[in-house]
């Protein structure tokens, strides 16, 4: 009954930056930091682990003579987000919060 | 914050995020809307005092070709803007669509009209009557894009907008039947904008602003 939970989701800056590009069409890297208050530098390594399995694409352009990074949830990612979320229920329903 | 945790704290980061993000209002969202708050009102005062002043009433309507290169400017200013948003919302892709809509809705109802006004089938003459009707017939649409927009992004001040525009179209007409002066439809048109666009819309930055 008890599913494993994706461990790649299951780590709470992914987790963030997931269920933030599930709810958008797509976010700038600053926004990303502003949301979850990661620093840079972990969020830079924990977006790299989320594009490396599929989960996100993610765009380097430059905006003038400003790098930009721009994130934005792939199908796979998705699915990858429903079925996390179908996995936790049971474990909610026995520890409810 | 990339260390292993509970099922019940990660439940509460997936509420926390998309909460974050859906409640998320962008610095500048409602430019385009002060923009064109402020565009047409001023051109509708223009065509208003033209109408005073010229003795050919009808020159004083060509003050509305000014709306194309402010449109034109509108639109670089809105692309500008997209360009530099840090996050792009579905609801951004729902409102700029229902503003797509209503543009093409305005050109629509536009050609309609002048049609209308001046290949009447059932009369010789031009029937300027037609014309009289642009004005309620815009205000009543900006109000049924905006009413949408208000639901979209669940902002209470476009409702008052919305309901601004629809009080603005009764006037014109009662404007037109009672007083039987068609200028002062262009006098509620600014009204209507300011208090419309540009007001919810300095309110809504305003928020963006706390929002940061």
Not at chain 1, 39 to 62: C, E, P, R
Not at chain 2, 108 to 121: E, G, R, T, V
């Amino acid at each position: 009954m008890f599913k494993d939970l994706d461990p790649l989701l299951h780590s709470q800056l992914r987790l963030a930056v997931m269920s933030l590009l599930i709810s958008v069409k797509e976010a700038d890297f600053v926004y990303l930091k502003e949301q979850t208050g990661a620093t840079s530098g972990n969020l830079s390594v924990q977006i790299d682990k989320l594009n490396t399995a599929g989960y996100i694409d993610i765009q380097k352009t430059f905006q003038g003579k400003m790098p930009r990074t721009v994130c934005k949830i792939t199908d796979k990612g998705i699915d990858a987000f429903d079925g996390y979320v179908k996995n936790l229920k049971p474990y909610i329903k026995r520890n409810p919060v | 914050m990339d260390k292993k945790f509970t099922e019940q704290e990660s439940l509460a980061v997936i509420g926390e995020m998309i909460d974050r993000a859906r409640n998320n209002v962008q610095k500048g969202s409602a430019n385009s809307l002060i923009y064109y708050g402020y565009a047409v009102a001023l051109v509708a005062m223009l065509n208003y005092i033209l109408l005073q002043a010229l003795d050919d009433k009808n020159m004083s309507f060509a003050v509305w070709y000014l709306m194309i290169p402010l449109a034109i400017a509108g639109h670089f200013l809105k692309r500008k803007l997209d360009r530099s948003a840090i996050v792009k919302t579905h609801i951004d892709g729902i409102i700029a669509c229902i503003w797509k809509g209503f543009s093409v809705s305005i050109i629509a109802l536009i050609i309609i009209l002048f049609s209308m006004a001046y290949f009447d089938p059932y009369t010789t003459e031009h029937s300027w009557i037609y014309l009289s009707l642009i004005t309620p017939m815009v205000m009543i649409m900006t109000a049924m894009a905006e009413f949408g927009m208000a639901k979209a992004c669940r902002y209470r001040p476009f409702y008052w907008g919305a309901i601004f525009f629809w009080t603005g179209a009764l006037l014109c007409l009662l404007s037109y039947v009672v007083l039987k002066k068609g200028d002062v439809q262009f006098i509620i048109l600014a009204v209507c904008m300011i208090a419309g666009f540009v007001i919810p819309g300095y309110s809504l930055n305003k928020k963006a602003k706390q929002n940061v």
